[in-house]
């Protein structure tokens, strides 16, 4: 169990009792919105603006992260607040970020059983100091599994032979394990920038795919995996042959 976590949410979550109807949804909530909020933000001007800065495209590699999200404009000031779920098109919310007495910057927790997939950063209501509403924004964000790619080499002669190895972040064992993928063998010619495809392959069970090819001049290669629905795209470190 996540001390801190039970700590917080047992918290705030006395302090919304308080203000929300019972048939609130329950996700991971964040700091507990002012008295005024819902008030101030069902006015029909808006005071200014409040934006949200999260990470577009996150990994889950470990059962427990922290990533920083981040606003920018009329919320910034001591004394205004402002709060967005994260809510997933069918799981519901998530989690809760919000900023109150001048911070600028809140760590959203992800943990390893969070739902994957395009979600959204929902706006819960913002107020300046003199609890005018602004405008919130709607950040996307994408959640998957993160993957790992490995690769080798050897060289005989003028033969170069490439071994590439697929992995995958299993959530209930906190590690990565090898799987069957998709991926491509990649190299760049030495002095350039440029990768360019030398064979598309798919592991096999094991996560593995080799291949051999004759090759002279020394190149630099590396394995290369596409995004799936649950994994992101990600290349391995170079080898040089």
């Not at 808006?46 to 999200?69: D, F, H, K, Q, W």
């Not at 490995?150 to 590439?164: C, E, M």
Request: hydrophobic content about 35%.
């Amino acid at each position: 169990m996540n001390l801190r976590r039970t700590l917080t949410t047992l918290a705030v979550a006395a302090s919304l009792a308080a203000i929300a109807p019972a048939t609130a949804s329950a996700g991971r909530p964040g700091p507990t919105p002012p008295a005024g909020l819902s008030k101030a933000t069902t006015s029909a001007a808006a005071a200014g603006v409040c934006n949200l800065s999260v990470p577009t495209r996150v990994a889950i590699s470990r059962p427990y992260m922290e990533l920083p999200t981040r606003i920018t404009g009329n919320c910034t000031a001591t004394g205004s607040f402002s709060l967005w779920t994260l809510t997933h098109p069918s799981k519901g919310e998530v989690t809760d970020v919000g900023f109150e007495e001048g911070d600028t910057t809140y760590p959203w927790d992800i943990y390893a059983d969070d739902p994957i997939g395009n979600q959204k950063f929902v706006p819960k209501g913002a107020v300046d100091p003199a609890d005018q509403p602004l405008t919130q924004n709607t950040p996307i964000t994408t959640v998957k599994l993160a993957a790992g790619a490995w690769i080798s080499s050897t060289r005989t002669a003028d033969v170069v032979t490439l071994k590439g190895t697929s992995l995958l972040y299993s959530v209930s064992k906190n590690v990565f394990f090898k799987r069957s993928a998709s991926g491509v063998f990649q190299y760049r010619d030495r002095g350039t920038t440029i990768w360019k495809n030398l064979k598309a392959v798919t592991t096999n069970t094991a996560g593995e795919a080799t291949m051999a090819y004759r090759y002279s001049p020394v190149r630099d290669y590396r394995f290369a995996l596409y995004s799936t629905p649950i994994s992101w795209d990600l290349a391995s470190a170079t080898t040089t042959r």
